[in-house]
């Protein structure tokens, strides 16, 4: 059975950084697309970012893009997003999903991890 597990995630005031990792267990990362997907409270969960199995493709979308980055250590199963300039409208809780299909939209992601809340204080 595949689990993913997020860490990093915490409060941090505006302008700050923090760093996410998910951990892939049960199978080997490289048979997946991996994603970051977010959601606010009364909000849809939204696409952040995405990498393919072996880190030829890589999107960000707009809201994030040339403050965050995205990256996969398939050694060691790990996919992590470095988060950088950090807004308060960043506040969300922060999924990992590992899919088939290189997409952004979180329906096509068959595994998913618990989350990880990351406040952004102004």
């Known amino acids: 059975q595949v689990q993913l597990a997020e860490s990093g995630g915490g409060l941090v005031q505006a302008g700050g950084s923090l760093r996410l990792s998910c951990v892939v267990s049960?199978?080997?990362?490289?048979?997946?697309?991996m994603g970051w997907f977010r959601q606010a409270p009364g909000k849809e969960r939204e696409f952040v970012g995405i990498?393919?199995?072996?880190?030829?493709?890589?999107a960000l979308a707009d809201s994030v893009r040339g403050r965050f980055a995205i990256s996969r250590d398939n050694v060691v199963n790990t996919v992590t997003l470095q988060m950088n300039s950090l807004k308060p409208e960043d506040t969300a809780v922060y999924y990992c999903a590992a899919g088939a299909q290189y997409s952004d939209s979180w329906s096509t992601y068959t595994y998913w991890g618990q989350g990880t809340q990351v406040t952004v204080s102004s």
């Open positions: 990498v393919s199995w072996n880190s030829e493709m890589a």
């Open positions: 049960g199978r080997t990362l490289n048979r997946f697309t």
